[in-house]
């Protein structure tokens, strides 16, 4: 960093801008994720399917929302020391000295307790739901413990938040059913696959990129300045732990639709289309998969989660019976 800029960042004055930025509202788009829990829920119980349904969505959605940028709050505050040895991470509100940290703190609680509020006007279930997203959110940023900074950890308690968001929806349509384990499982794989891949285009960038200068030729000391469990990494071994998480989320999947929604297998192609398309984004050069919240862009890939989400909704909700008889086991199970 020159001494220019970080003259410019101590002389600079804690905003309102500041502190909003670090909520991260535009990482709000997150949340469809939850829509997937009330859609399988009310496809199991055609009956919640009421107007009252909506108005609940829409006051999870909120919750999910506010929870969420409680953990952004601490992430970002928490998270400015290595921002400085960041490129463009060093231009965020915090080390840029544009949010007041002692407010900031109040800020991550005030949060937190508007999306614990929203949450007790759906159900109990739902607000031990965002407890636990809030916790995990802390388990990730706060020492000692910081799983963001554990080999591997740092990947499968982020992606944690999956499974979380799937929970959410699925208690804002049926506080009283439980959840299919199958599906939980899958979702958080999947999400392990992305987080992995993220990993992967940020690691490759500061080996290749000649901006990470901090620690001038030494780039495996760069990236574990900026975030510890890169020490351990390598290209291979980021993308090999994402062929498990990939393989593992479609087993858990197949095991889901097996036992509940057998017509869901037809979506098995349009998924892995999917997971490909991210995959080849993540071997771009400068990949857009470090920056998810600007993935809108990528005209394949919203082409592609598009039709598969499509495929998937309708799939929930029509019968067919054609692939049941396919499906049917030819040989017959032994007692023993």
């Known amino acids: 960093m020159s001494d220019s800029a970080s003259t410019s960042q101590t002389a600079a004055t804690p905003t309102l801008a500041g502190h909003l ?43 999910v929302g506010f929870v969420a940028s409680s953990n952004y709050t601490i992430n970002e505050v928490l ?11 060093c231009n965020r509100p915090v080390p840029g000295g544009l949010v007041s940290i002692p407010l900031a703190y109040v800020q991550w609680f005030v949060l937190l307790g508007i999306g614990l509020a929203l949450a007790a006007t759906i159900s109990m279930p739902f607000v031990y739901t965002m407890l636990t997203l809030w916790i ?14 554990v080999v591997y950890l740092d990947v499968t308690s982020e992606a944690i938040n999956n499974p979380l968001r799937f929970l959410a929806g699925w208690f804002i349509a049926a506080s009283t059913l439980p959840p299919p384990a199958s599906m939980l499982i899958s979702y958080w794989m999947v999400g392990c696959f992305f987080m992995g891949l993220k990993r992967f285009a940020e690691y490759r960038r500061i080996r290749q990129d000649g901006a990470w200068a901090y620690f001038g ?48 297998v037809l979506a098995f192609p349009l998924i892995a289309w999917v997971m ?17 919240e600007g993935l809108y862009k990528e005209k394949l890939l919203i082409t592609g989660a598009f ?11 029509v019968d067919i019976p054609l692939l049941h008889d396919i499906f049917q086991a030819s040989v017959p199970p032994t007692n023993g």
Not at 22 to 28: A, E, P, S, V, Y
Not at 224 to 239: D, I, N
Not at 307 to 317: H, P, T
């Open 21 to 63: 930025d670090i909520c991260r509202f535009d990482h709000w788009f997150k949340n469809v994720f939850v829509l997937p829990g009330v859609l399988v829920a009310v496809s199991f119980e055609p009956a919640l399917w009421q107007m009252e349904l909506l108005w609940k969505l829409l006051l999870g959605l909120l919750s």
């Open 79 to 89: 998270d400015a020391p290595f921002d400085r040895l960041h490129p463009t991470k």
């Open 136 to 149: 995990m959110g802390c388990l990730y940023n706060i020492p000692p413990i910081r799983t963001k900074d």
């Open 217 to 264: 030729d030494d780039h495996l000391e760069s990236a574990a300045a900026y975030r510890r469990s890169f020490r351990y990494y390598t290209e291979g071994r980021l993308l090999i732990s994402t062929t498990f998480y990939g393989c593992a989320s479609m087993l858990f999947f197949g095991a889901f639709l097996m036992r509940y929604r057998l017509e869901l």
């Open 276 to 292: 490909a398309i991210y995959q080849g984004l993540a071997l771009r050069e400068d990949s857009p998969v470090q920056q998810p």
């Open 307 to 317: 039709i598969c989400g499509a495929a998937i909704v309708c799939l929930l909700f």
